[in-house]
Nanobody, 123 residues
């Protein structure tokens, strides 16, 4: 069982930056692949970025490549999402998730979810 708690969301102007954090409970954090998903009103929850349990492999959705960076600190049981050059279309609730797969690409591959944190980008 893994409990995930996101933080760092907020309101930012277009072109600005935010850093999201996801703190995980438990002593086996380094056995889980981690991902960040987002869900805008009226839309499905889609994967944004993912990172393998070791941090050696990552995945980025095309819409965020070059702007977002995922990283993890297994000693702190925390995964981060650095978001730069934010756009209004990045506005969504961002969810942290954990998977027993090495690197999960789809929502169905993730077993544990945080409660979400709101990111709002104003134009």
């Amino acid at each position: 069982q893994v409990r995930l708690v996101e933080s760092g969301g907020g309101l930012v102007q277009a072109g600005g930056s935010l850093r999201l954090s996801c703190a995980a409970s438990g002593r086996t954090f380094n056995s889980y692949g981690m991902g960040w998903f987002r869900q805008a009103p009226g839309k499905v929850r889609d994967i944004v970025v993912a990172i393998s349990n070791s941090g050696g492999s990552t995945y980025y959705a095309d819409s965020v490549k070059g702007r977002f960076t995922i990283s993890r600190d297994n000693a702190k049981n925390t995964v981060y999402l650095q978001m730069n050059s934010l756009k209004p279309e990045d506005t969504a609730v961002y969810y942290c998730a954990a998977t027993n797969y090495g690197l999960g690409y789809g929502r169905g591959e993730y077993d544990y979810w945080g409660q979400g944190t709101q990111v709002t980008v104003s134009s």
